[in-house]
């Protein structure tokens, strides 16, 4: 249907312009109900959408700061691909302490998200160590000396717990302000081990050096994986070290 859904946000609901830094969906800036929200369209499944909505509902819930979804007129929180947020505003990170604020709103997103059921269709790094394909990561496209290289990267993580991971923290994707930290563009959450969020700026997550270095291997094979064969990801595969 398109941007057409939107009407089932109202009669008075509008798109205003196009915001930058969607990749995988078309983002706008929309007018909802009198006040400026996010629109977001794209082609994930209805059971993908159910489970973001759910976790950003519930991350609300438990007092982080993230886009909630607004609900269609008939109470739906996406219709035909479409969804509708909150707009948070705010600035990226700059600074050490900054990013220090980044870490302990990642690690709490960890820790009240233990258990929580996977993404339908992804896969995590651990699982990606058989699996060749899930959502946007398929192994069979890159060269087999760089899949041995990410997977070398994941192998260290086996053992470790998982969560929900943010999955793309990069300062594009945080809001600050003088009170509070916001995590939005949740597109590239799924459950996995929390490393994959941790390997920020100033090592502002406080990791040991061993641990730091797991992080920002598995961090790097990830990001190679799932944006092949752009030119970021063929940056950050040289970034992970040769088996």
């Known amino acids: ?21 969607g990749v995988a969906n ?32 519930y991350l609300d819930r438990e007092g982080l ?18 969804m509708v947020m909150t707009r948070v505003e ?19 997103l960890h820790r009240v998200t233990q258990g929580w059921p996977q993404r339908p269709g992804w896969r995590s790094s651990i699982d990606l160590l058989s699996a060749e394909t899930g959502t946007r990561i398929n192994l069979t496209a890159m060269p087999s000396e760089g899949v041995a290289r990410c997977r070398a990267a994941w192998a260290r993580l086996i053992g ?18 003088a009170d509070r930290v916001a995590l939005i563009d949740w597109d590239e959450s799924h459950v996995d081990v929390p490393d994959l ?9 406080g990791l040991d050096g061993n641990a730091y270095d797991i992080a920002a291997q598995a961090s790097a094979a ?13 940056r950050r595969l040289t ?3 040769a088996v």
């Not at 983002?27 to 959408?49: I, Q």
């Not at 700061?65 to 479409?82: E, K, N, S, Y």
């Not at 600035?91 to 990642?106: S, Y």
């Not at 990830?222 to 990801?233: M, S």
């Open 197 to 205: 969020d941790l390997a920020l700026p100033h090592n502002a997550a």
């Open 65 to 82: 700061t993230v886009p909630v979804p607004i609900p269609t007129t008939d109470g739906r929180l996406f219709a035909d691909g479409l």
């Open 222 to 234: 990830w990001e190679a994986a799932v944006c092949w064969d752009d030119e970021h990801a063929v």
């Open 90 to 108: 705010g600035g990226p990170p700059e600074t050490q302490a900054e990013w220090r604020r980044v870490a302990d709103v990642l690690r709490r």
């Open 1 to 21: 249907m398109g941007w057409e859904a939107l009407s089932q946000w109202g009669a008075d609901v509008a798109r205003i312009e196009p915001l930058s830094g």
């Open 239 to 241: 970034e992970v070290r």
């Open 26 to 57: 078309d983002v706008w800036s929309v007018r909802a109900r009198g006040h400026l929200a996010v629109g977001r369209l794209g082609t994930r499944s209805d059971a993908d959408l159910a489970w973001e909505t759910e976790l950003l509902c």
């Open 160 to 177: 470790c717990g998982t969560c929900v991971v943010h999955g793309d923290p990069n300062p594009r994707n945080i809001r600050m302000t």
